[in-house]
């Protein structure tokens, strides 16, 4: 228990740091790269364009992070506790998390990355989270590979170029062909892609369980669940203005469990 409380302080810090590294790296190396002689300036040059598209992503990906946090499930515990004075919080899928020491309502999962369990309050958050983390972090490493083109003049042409760079790169470090900086670089290349990867496995994987009507806690216990039209099932998570949130980090709008959660 004392190695899950941990993790769950870890986790969140790791997330920061790799979201401040990219920052760092996209404002300081990756957006000087891209701007143009002043004679051949446009009106949307790539830089901008590039620097409103990050933009765009990574403030999705933050800002859906903090809605998980803030819009954290509620503690049946001290819903039920109230049955006195009025009607019993219905439980249709109920889970105790150790880690955070409280009864969760349709409890899907708890995310060391986030420090939180993961509910029917945040799931559309958690879900456009994985989501524009996962743009983000795969738009980086196109732009860092973009980058390390042409600081060291390396062609990814061919299909193998990227998995091979690195053991070249490491070669190289040491024999002073490649600079700390852009050894670095490199590094985070392999690390955004892994990341975008994940990110992405776990948007798929969770959008297939809501489409379902399931979450994962239901799954790992083989809890069977009623089967209902998927476009209840997902009108129930991400709510009628859908494409708002979409594009927008905002609380779950015109959906069942807002409606819930307001009465």
């Not at 349709?106 to 939180?116: K, M």
């Not at 993961?118 to 958690?126: A, T």
């Not at 009628?240 to 979409?246: H, Q």
Request: aromatic content about 12%; glycine content about 6%; proline content about 5%.
């Amino acid at each position: 228990m004392l190695a899950l409380r941990l993790l769950n302080v870890v986790a969140p810090a790791y997330f920061l740091c790799i979201s401040l590294v990219t920052f760092v790296l996209q404002l300081f190396l990756f957006l000087p790269s891209m701007r143009e002689e002043p004679a051949a300036a446009r009106l949307f040059s790539p830089a901008l364009l590039h620097g409103a598209l990050f933009l765009f992503l990574s403030t999705n990906a933050l800002g859906n992070y903090v809605l998980v946090i803030q819009n954290s499930p509620e503690d049946l515990d001290a819903c039920q506790g109230t049955a006195a004075r009025r009607a019993p919080c219905p439980p249709p899928s109920t889970h105790f998390c150790r880690v955070c020491a409280r009864v969760t309502l349709r409890h899907d999962h708890h995310c060391f990355f986030t420090g939180n369990c993961i509910g029917s309050r945040n799931m559309r958050n958690f879900v456009l989270f994985c989501l524009y983390t996962s743009l983000a972090c795969l738009y980086s490493m196109v732009a860092g590979v973009a980058y390390i083109s042409a600081v060291l003049s390396i062609s990814f042409a061919h299909p193998l170029a990227f998995l091979t760079l690195l053991p070249t790169s490491i070669s190289q470090f040491f024999s002073g062909a490649v600079l700390g900086s852009e050894m670095f670089v490199i590094l985070m290349l392999y690390l955004w892609f892994a990341i975008g990867l994940a990110c992405a496995g776990f948007c798929c994987h969770q959008l297939l369980l809501i489409l379902r009507g399931q979450t994962r806690h239901q799954v790992r216990k083989g809890v069977a669940v009623r089967a209902r039209p998927w476009r209840k099932n997902l009108q129930e998570v991400f709510g009628k203005r859908w494409l708002l949130g979409l594009l927008v980090p905002m609380f779950n709008v015109g959906s069942e469990s807002s409606k819930q959660r307001d009465k």
